[in-house]
């Protein structure tokens, strides 16, 4: 099956966020494409740019918990350093890759759909990411198109 995309979303981790600049944050392009799952919302609280963030929130919901649970927790291969809840690491990270498959589980059925990208510099993010078919993009390539787009 061949899917086609007509618009694209970028979900930004918390590294990334904080490398993002003011004229990135408020464009439109920030506006209208990028988002933040919940956690990642939590973790970035002290952030100077909190303001720009919150309000590009996608809440966790049920769709979010059930893919949580039922794909990316029980599909975690234990050579990928994603999540470590004895050490509190990485509780975001998880929550990228099921907020993503949540959103494509919205869209089912759909012939045109979103495309969904990945901002993260976390190697075992992008590795998971690959196993779902989900893009990824670094910090930097994240940035050169922000600002092919100011």
Not at 13 to 35: G, H, N, Q, W
Not at 124 to 133: E, L, R, T
């Amino acid at each position: 099956m061949i899917t086609v995309y007509d618009d694209e979303r970028y979900l930004i981790d918390t590294t990334p966020a904080v490398a993002l600049t003011k004229d990135i944050f408020e464009s439109d392009f920030f506006t209208e494409k990028c988002r933040f799952p919940e956690e990642i919302v939590y973790e970035l609280r002290d952030n100077q740019n909190y303001k720009y963030i919150q309000t590009h929130e996608i809440p966790i919901s049920i769709g979010v918990l059930s893919f949580l649970q039922s794909t990316v927790l029980t599909g975690l291969d234990k050579s990928m350093k994603v999540l470590d809840l004895y050490k509190n690491n990485g509780n975001g990270d998880v929550f990228l890759i099921a907020t993503v498959l949540d959103e494509r589980h919205k869209e089912s059925g759909r012939l045109f759909r979103t495309q969904w990208t990945i901002v993260t510099e976390d190697k075992g993010v992008v590795s998971m990411a690959k196993q779902y078919d989900i893009h990824t993009m670094n910090t930097d390539q994240f940035i050169e198109v922000a600002r092919g787009r100011l």
